[in-house]
């Protein structure tokens, strides 16, 4: 809103020149911010995220005493600490995270599979996480790189680094297999073969386009 300095006549919409004395209107100097304050959210969560960090550390610390002192034979504080932290994680990861939402969504199915691990470990280890946990974290991050190129289609080749890091990911439960840690290998083939055919397939089908993103992306 704005005035005229000759008429005092407030002005509502855009105009330039007052409707009456036709006399050049200043536009105030003070305009409304259409934007929202993203800084003060950020700080906000930062600070949430401070507290819960603090908190944390004091339960973790509780939980672990007691487990300590009074409840031996499992160390079931190692589960709930674990479970701290893995919020926390997400908190910080997601949340207030800069990263793409790519990085994201591997690391936090990383962070997932490994919490679950230790979750078996603890608890008596009975090979679970390693036999269908493991791989089948692989097998949904495959899975959901795929639907992603398919919804990002004008930009599928940005997708072939992350194929590249699957597929050495998806070594380890093969490793494993030899190494006997898994028992169940069937799954661990699986992903394995998944990851590799996927990068494989966008490669040759990609042809060009692929290998331009591969030139570009790793200076070969």
Not at 84 to 107: D, H, Q
Not at 203 to 213: N, P, Y
Request: hydrophobic residues 55%; contains cysteine.
């Amino acid at each position: 809103m704005s005035k005229c300095k000759v008429c005092h006549v407030e002005i509502k919409d855009e105009s330039s020149i007052c409707p009456l004395c036709h006399n050049v209107i200043e536009q105030k100097e003070d305009s409304e911010n259409f934007y929202p304050d993203v800084r003060v959210f950020t700080r906000k969560m930062r600070m949430v995220s401070n507290v819960f960090l603090l908190v944390m550390i004091i339960i973790a610390a509780v939980v672990t005493y007691i487990n300590y002192e009074y409840i031996r034979g499992m160390w079931w504080s190692f589960i709930v600490d674990a479970a701290l932290l893995y919020v926390y994680l997400i908190l910080r990861f997601l949340v207030l995270g800069n990263s793409g939402y790519r990085t994201k969504m591997l690391w936090m199915t990383l962070i997932s599979i490994m919490y679950l691990i230790l979750v078996d470990w603890v608890t008596g280890y009975r090979g679970w996480a390693l036999n269908f946990v493991l791989p089948g974290g692989i097998l949904a991050l495959d899975l959901g790189i795929f639907v992603l190129m398919f919804v990002n289609f004008r930009n599928w080749q940005s997708y072939l680094p992350l194929q590249i890091w699957m597929t050495v990911c998806s070594l380890v439960p093969m490793l494993f297999c030899a190494l006997h840690w898994i028992t169940i290998p069937i799954l661990s083939v699986v992903a394995f073969g998944v990851s590799l055919f996927l990068f494989l397939g966008t490669l040759i089908i990609g042809d060009r386009r692929a290998r331009t993103e591969l030139k570009r992306r790793f200076h070969i």
